[in-house]
């Protein structure tokens, strides 16, 4: 119970702090942006460091950074897919979906982490 309570707290503080950032910052969508992804995964980070050690917390970091990219090709192969060839989103979003798990799974064994 204690390591939920953890969790909420850390990461509660973590999003309030990025949420204020991307307040101070120009253009304001940036708000969003900062508000999720990187303070989710720095909560998630600092758990996995402090409950498994410093080689666990690496391994989830690299996992996050190919799962990063992988989600910048999917999301420009969505545009592409969009924009050029007129397809609705929903057909856009499943055919990209396989490119994604290529790239996430590709970096993941190119890099040598754990799948």
Not at 16 to 26: E, Q, Y
Not at 32 to 56: D, E, K, M, R
Not at 71 to 94: D, F, P, Q
Request: charged content about 5%; glycine content about 10%; proline content about 2%.
């Amino acid at each position: 119970m204690t390591e939920y309570v953890i969790r909420f707290l850390l990461g509660g503080a973590v999003v309030s702090a990025f949420a204020m950032l991307g307040d101070v910052l120009r253009p304001k969508s940036f708000a969003g942006l900062f508000g999720a992804a990187p303070s989710v995964a720095l909560a998630t980070l600092g758990i996995a460091l402090y409950q498994h050690g410093v080689n666990y917390a690496a391994l989830q970091a690299q996992a996050m950074i190919a799962g990063a990219i992988a989600l910048a090709v999917y999301s420009v192969v969505v545009c592409h897919l969009l924009v050029r060839t007129k397809l609705r989103a929903l057909t856009a979003t499943l055919l990209s979906l396989v490119i994604w798990l290529i790239a996430a799974f590709g970096l993941l064994s190119f890099t040598g982490g754990q799948t």
